[in-house]
């Protein structure tokens, strides 16, 4: 077995696009090695800011000989027909084809014999194919030629088993040679294999491995805060986008003037990760006026000049941060900016920022009592939610909005409830992001989000496949986590039919609402799937309705409890010959079975047990539903095992009397329908 090492040296490409680069090397390279029919143990990719790196091993040497059939007309076919076989099998002579026989006649067959080929000869012809092609979000060409590339291609490295594999792309020849670190070792060398390849390059200064980089630049960032008494403020985006941008990492601290501090902590770590790549240091719980920077090489006077670069920038991107934010304050946030929304498109059919601030104060003030807020709090929240995106702080950095708001709010002496559900109601951003836990803040962000998924689906603007423009997804499971982790009663059809009627009374509020409800349901399957419910249970709830989605959690919770038990098992597996008997019989009979049992058609022991087991589990179970004990429910449902086992061990539901047969059915069907007031258990795996 053979190894194959490929680099693409270029440019710099931009870190942003260095891990979708090395997925789409590894799946172009697998798949068309796949096709070529040559098998391999591991792909492995890499990235740095100037090279793109594939290394391919266990590859053999040629790949298999294969052997095909290739079915053709029949012998009494026309003339065009068995040009056209022998064109498409590559043969000279209908002679060269065999005679078979089946039912309808005799029929030819070309056996074709596909010689294998030198593996070194398929990958001299599929690498420039993937290089010609390759998906990069944003490409270019350069000089005169046609090739488009992320950044000028320079070389192409590629050797298979230790030997050149000869080949051109767009005027650039494939080789051996390699280039180390732009400054440090600039000059060309030959590597013999990946392990001479990446050996080398470290000797030249450049580190193949991202998450090796990564590693030392946190080590290092945390060793020199460590020396300075003071906490490293740890990104991972940050570190991997330094982990890219660099092929020697080397750490730096700074330092910035004292006077910056008294601008909010956000601000001066977003303008040092957004401007420099910095990171920002913590003493206590407050910011540092140090950061920490990563250079691209070792510098002969340790670094001082980069330091002292960086610092000259960040003192200038500081400098202006704090200017957005004083000329902030000397508007009034509430009068000089909530009026300005009016100038700020939302959606082109859902009207203005500042109409939809009007929709969100009414929603939050209704869901207020819901989540136990203050109305008041909750309304005055909502009203000032979206003020800050017409600050200029928010304009400099949108990744500021809400966090900017409640800055502000503070500054005029708002509620702190007030001003924290300002920053929160955008929360939860993401599925490991934390949701909001204060009422008013619990009340505006739901009714954001509420309002977002409500409007959208007013105006038929839903998520399709893959594309979801508008994060409606992520909005919908904003609210399931801050409905579940905070225990809130929320009947989602109420709320979205009233919301609808009252903003957009043209829409057949019904058709819409329902939709929007099946979204939810699907969202929250997929929300309970990842946190380990199993899918059958949650379809199994699902399928009786409700919107109130901490009631359908606590119910799947509650039978997926019961089923590990030893009744729940076995009553499963009774419940579901109920229903199996019932929907063949059905089906049979053209007939339903949902009139109730005549109890003097009942004749044996155990079907009158039955009878009243499940007489007995009926009211049971109902009054333990009606109290939201879905425990209980589970328990009385329990009660049934013994009876209904007895029933199938001792009683034949298709017995020959019509009149029995029809009863016993019909008793059938009472199981059926009780402990669908519980779950539907033909929808249950087992």
């Not at 997925?23 to 793109?52: H, Y």
């Not at 902590?265 to 990563?294: I, W, Y």
């Not at 579901?576 to 109890?599: G, M, Q, T, V, W």
Request: net charge neutral; proline share 5%; charged share 30%.
């Amino acid at each position: 077995m053979a190894e194959l090492l490929l680099e693409l040296f270029s440019e710099e490409i931009p870190a942003r696009m260095q891990g979708r680069a090395r997925a789409d090397l590894a799946r172009l390279l697998g798949d068309r090695l796949k096709v070529a029919g040559l098998e391999f143990s591991e792909i492995r990719t890499f990235a740095t800011p100037r090279r793109l790196v594939g290394v391919v091993d266990g590859l053999p040497k040629r790949s298999p000989d294969v052997n095909e059939e290739r079915k053709g007309p029949r012998v009494d076919a026309g003339e065009g027909a068995i040009t056209g076989f022998l064109r498409s099998a590559g043969l000279r002579s209908i002679d060269q084809a065999e005679l078979r026989e089946d039912k309808k006649g005799s029929f030819y067959v070309a056996m074709l014999e596909k010689p294998g080929r030198a593996t070194s000869d398929v990958v001299a012809e599929i690498v420039p194919e993937i290089v010609r092609n390759f998906p990069w979000p944003k490409s270019m060409r350069w000089g005169s030629g046609k090739l488009r590339w992320v950044r000028p291609l320079h070389s192409i490295l590629c050797l298979f088993d230790g030997k050149v594999l000869d080949f051109e792309i767009d005027g650039i020849r494939s080789g051996k040679d390699t280039y180390g670190h732009r400054f440090m070792a600039p000059k060309p060398f030959a590597v013999k294999s990946f392990a001479d390849y990446v050996a080398k390059l470290k000797d030249a200064f450049v580190i193949l491995d991202g998450d090796e980089r990564a590693a030392l630049i946190l080590k290092g960032a945390r060793k020199l805060a460590e020396k300075e008494g003071l906490t490293l403020v740890e990104d991972e985006a940050l570190l991997a986008e330094n982990a890219g941008l660099t092929e020697w990492p080397v750490v730096l601290m700074g330092s910035f003037d004292e006077d910056f501090l008294s601008v909010p902590p956000e601000v001066l770590a977003t303008a040092m990760k957004a401007h420099q790549k910095c990171f920002s240091l913590r003493k206590g719980d407050a910011l540092a006026n140090r950061f920490v920077v990563v250079a691209n090489l070792k510098a002969e006077d340790g670094g001082k000049k980069i330091t002292a670069g960086n610092e000259r920038v960040i003192r200038a991107r500081l400098a202006d941060a704090k200017f957005f934010f004083d000329q902030d304050r000397k508007v009034k946030f509430d009068e000089g900016f909530v009026p300005k929304l009016k100038e700020i498109t939302f959606h082109e059919k859902l009207g203005k920022q500042y109409d939809r601030v009007q929709r969100l104060w009414h929603l939050a003030r209704e869901l207020a009592p819901l989540v136990g807020a203050d109305p008041d709090l909750a309304e005055r929240a909502a009203i000032l939610a979206k003020a800050d995106l017409v600050s200029e702080m928010v304009g400099e950095f949108p990744e500021l909005q809400g966090v900017m708001g409640r800055y502000y709010a503070l500054d005029e002496e708002e509620n702190p409830s007030v001003a924290n559900a300002i920053a929160a109601h955008y929360k939860p951003l993401g599925p490991t992001d934390a949701v909001p836990r204060e009422p008013v803040a619990m009340a505006v962000a739901l009714a954001d989000k509420l309002d977002t998924l409500v409007g959208f689906w007013a105006i038929d603007e839903k998520p399709t496949g893959s594309k979801d423009p508008y994060a409606l997804r992520r909005a919908a499971l904003g609210v399931i986590r801050i409905v579940l982790e905070n225990g809130v009663r929320l009947s989602l059809l109420h709320r979205v039919l009233a919301h609808l009627r009252s903003n957009w009374p043209k829409s057949d509020a019904q058709v819409v609402a329902t939709s929007l409800l099946v979204f939810f349901g699907d969202r929250l399957k997929v929300y309970l799937r990842e946190q380990g419910a199993r899918h059958d249970l949650v379809d199994a709830v699902f399928t009786l309705g409700g919107d109130d989605l901490l009631m359908i959690v606590r119910r799947v919770e509650a039978l997926g409890r019961f089923l590990d038990t030893e009744d729940g098992e076995h009553l499963l597996t009774g419940i579901k010959r109920a229903i199996n008997i019932l929907r063949i019989e059905e089906k049979n009979d053209s007939s339903k079975y949902d009139r109730a049992p005549d109890p003097a058609l009942l004749q044996q022991p155990e079907e009158k047990a039955l009878a009243r087991a499940v007489d007995e589990m009926e009211k049971a179970a109902a009054k333990a539903i009606a109290n939201e004990d879905f425990e209980k429910a589970m328990t009385a449902m329990a009660r049934l095992r013994t009876p209904v086992d007895a029933f199938f061990d001792h009683v034949t539901v298709n017995t020959d009397d019509p009149k029995f047969r029809e009863n016993r059915l019909r008793l059938l069907n009472r199981i059926r329908a009780t402990t669908m007031t519980v779950a539907d258990f033909s929808k249950i795996a087992g």
